[in-house]
């Protein structure tokens, strides 16, 4: 039976220990604060306060937080390396200044590690659905191919340590803005006359279909913000797509001007909505609700 260390259980990583429990491997959990994992505590699973002792005797440790500072934090301050896991992958979206600073490290230790961001929302985590985005040795990837096909559909091996980062950082760009120009186009229809319902079922059978529309549109439309991706960690990413635009002189003009949104989604108080929450900034500014 493989073990798994995992630190994050939030949002995404806890799908993935329930998908990794229901597959038979053996979980030690980090959480500050272990009430909440209660139901998952049992003669496979253990909880721990610290995350030396979560790591310590697994096979892979698994982390899956959001900011990078507490990503360092629990990376460089927890003595993680020190416990001796078998192997670290990281699954958050990290900088790649610092997924460098963590390969380095844990280099220099004889761990193996790998950068893996995902992505899929809270209901791909809980069914096994998310897509890997894979930075570092290809053959890691077969070595720990129970945890990727327990949690996934999917890897992508995007190249070496933080080429999966550098990918996702892209990824994520590119859905703020496919969202953004899916919240103008509703808003220009409904302005002039043609109901969102309508326009939803003409965009869901041409080019500009997709799986963003379907969700987080039909998500506005329902007026349902519950978080699946949560704006702040979104306007996180774009600040990591902003920063790495700068240092490689990369044009950007579109997605430059997707910020000035999300700081007025956070300052309006939507930080911890899901990112589609957006829609009541673009609201206030056309004075209308899509419905």
């Known amino acids: 039976m493989k073990t798994v260390a995992m630190v994050g259980t939030g949002i995404m990583g806890r799908g993935m220990a329930m998908n990794l429990k229901k597959n038979g491997v053996r979980l030690r959990l980090f959480s500050r604060s272990p009430d909440k994992l209660a139901d998952l505590r049992d003669e496979n699973c253990s909880i721990f306060t610290s995350i030396s002792e979560a790591a310590s005797g697994s096979d892979l440790t698994v982390i899956c937080l959001t900011e990078d500072e507490v990503v360092r934090m629990a990376f460089f301050e927890s003595e993680l390396l020190e416990a001796r896991p078998g192997a670290i992958i990281d699954t958050g979206t990290t900088s790649p200044e610092l997924t460098l600073e963590m390969a380095d490290a844990a280099t220099s230790a004889s761990i193996p590690f790998l950068d893996a961001p995902m992505t899929g929302s809270k209901l791909a985590a809980a069914a ?6 894979v930075g570092g040795d290809a053959s ?6 129970f945890f990727f096909d327990a ?15 550098r990918a996702k950082i892209a990824l994520n760009m590119v859905q703020a803005g496919l969202f953004q120009i899916y919240l103008e186009g509703f808003h220009l ?3 002039d006359g043609v109901s969102a319902d309508t326009l939803m079922e003409i965009l869901s059978q041409s080019a500009a279909a997709s799986p963003l529309l379907d969700f987080k549109m039909g998500c506005v439309l329902k007026r349902d913000f519950e978080p699946h991706f949560a704006l702040r960690n979104m306007n996180k990413d774009m600040n990591h797509a902003m920063q790495r635009a700068q240092q490689l002189h990369t ?15 956070l300052a309006a108080g939507h930080g911890e909505e899901d990112f589609c929450s957006l829609a009541h900034i673009m609201e206030a500014l056309n004075h209308q609700r899509l419905r």
């Open 128 to 133: 096994g659905q998310i897509l890997f985005m």
């Open 140 to 145: 890691l990837i077969e070595n720990f191919r």
């Open 151 to 165: 949690c996934g559909k999917n890897v992508i091996h995007c190249g070496p340590v933080s080429s999966g980062q």
């Open 189 to 191: 229809a409904v302005r």
């Open 251 to 265: 044009a950007i003009p579109l997605s430059s001007t997707l910020k000035s949104f999300y700081d007025a989604g």
